[in-house]
């Protein structure tokens, strides 16, 4: 099939190494321009411009696909078909409408469940006990389009980086076998009714409140893994919490919530206790809880903000 790619993030491209991979000829791969980013905030390629050029495809990298002129450009590709996977931009009905079959997107959840830009992070962080992926044909409205094909898997405990890397791995998989069986595939409408949303996260978010129960804020860490971080301050100092477990302690219902509760950095919640596995100060590397302690004594008693 003659198809266009649509992707930016790593979560995208597995499913262009697979379309590929498959036979299928790209004829042009459209991502996000290139952004700023580190500490010198030069441009950075899109993870999917790196991997289109590694392919040797065509990328194009339009701001916007609103004017008539980007929509003629993308129509002259006479595709058979768009396979979409993040890219981040909406597609207007001229684009949605220019491909022979439509445009396909995998989404990353089970869909009308978390329906938006966050539907890894929220799920974990709603402690949904699974999850999965969705093949969609796209339409107007945001992730409303009937369903194609889906696959569930489990949420085990994993970090929104982890969780992430497996539902790309497997909307790959799904996408490939949606595009080799789309004349027998029945397109499902989603029930409106049992959606729900999962709206970008926003910083405010990533502050532990250390009045909430020790599950709740475990599922935030997990949630918030590896970006933005999930962080508290210790005497003025931010420290990121890349993952914790919850722990069981005699002396945590005498402390009050942030309140370190040992020399081992077990912290008291609301209701129960956590204690941190992965840490990351400032500006400096993700490291264990014990070479964290080396560096920065938390003394029980200590009260973290």
Not at 249 to 277: F, W, Y
Request: charged share 25%; aromatic share 4%; glycine share 8%.
């Amino acid at each position: 099939m003659r198809i266009i790619f649509m992707g930016t993030p790593d979560f995208a491209v597995p499913t262009l190494r697979a379309i590929h991979k498959a036979a299928h000829e790209v004829v042009a791969v459209y991502t996000q321009p290139p952004r700023p980013a580190g500490r010198g905030k030069q441009l950075q390629p899109s993870a999917v411009q790196n991997e289109a050029e590694v392919l040797g495809l065509e990328v194009r990298s339009p701001a916007s696909l609103k004017s008539p002129e980007e929509q003629a450009r993308f129509a002259a590709l006479e595709a058979d078909i768009a396979v979409v996977a993040a890219y981040g931009l909406i597609l207007p009905q001229a684009i949605l409408d220019a491909p022979t079959h439509g445009c396909l997107n995998v989404h990353a959840s089970i869909l009308p469940r978390w329906r938006g830009a966050a539907p890894i992070h929220r799920a974990i962080m709603t402690g949904d006990p699974t999850t999965g992926v969705t093949i969609m044909q796209m339409e107007a409205g945001l992730d409303t389009g009937p369903m194609l094909a889906t696959l569930r898997k489990p949420i085990e405990r994993q970090t929104t980086g982890e969780l992430t890397e497996e539902l790309a791995e497997l909307g790959a998989q799904l996408m490939v076998g949606t595009l080799r069986e789309l004349a027998n595939h029945r397109p499902v409408k989603q029930n409106d009714a049992e959606a729900t949303y999962a709206p970008k996260i926003d910083k405010s978010e990533a502050r532990i409140d250390w009045n909430e129960d020790a599950e709740t804020i475990e599922r935030n860490i997990r949630a918030l893994a590896p970006f933005p971080g999930a962080w508290f301050e210790l005497e003025g100092e931010r420290v990121k919490l890349l993952r914790a477990e919850i722990v069981e302690l005699e002396n945590e219902t005498k402390a009050s919530p942030g309140q370190a509760l040992d020399n081992d950095l077990a912290i008291a919640c609301g209701s129960g206790a956590i204690r941190p596995l992965r840490l990351q100060r400032a500006g400096k590397p993700a490291m264990d809880r014990a070479e964290f302690l080396r560096g920065r004594l938390v003394a029980q008693g200590m009260q973290l903000a």
